[in-house]
């Protein structure tokens, strides 16, 4: 279990928390001796594979769109989004 200050803790909250994500745990040190523990609540989020989520984005991008815009359509799409 790592140990950190108080001052890490103030000034660099995101590395503490990293950190008590990786280990489940940390130890904050006051100036004066005293020691906490600082725990996260819920496990960190599991991540997903990123090909997976790639594969994903194509098979719906395929559900939504099974043919190919001509580039008259796409042009054309343009110009409505840009409100010609």
Known sequence: MKTFTLKDLDCRPALVQDACDQEGAVRIRRPNGRKYTLQ???AAPRKM???????????RIKRIFPVR??????RLVDQSLAGE
């Open 69 to 74: 815009l001509t580039t008259r359509q796409t």
């Open 40 to 42: 996260a609540d819920d």
């Open 49 to 59: 594979a990123w090909r997976k989520l790639v594969a994903e984005h194509r098979a």
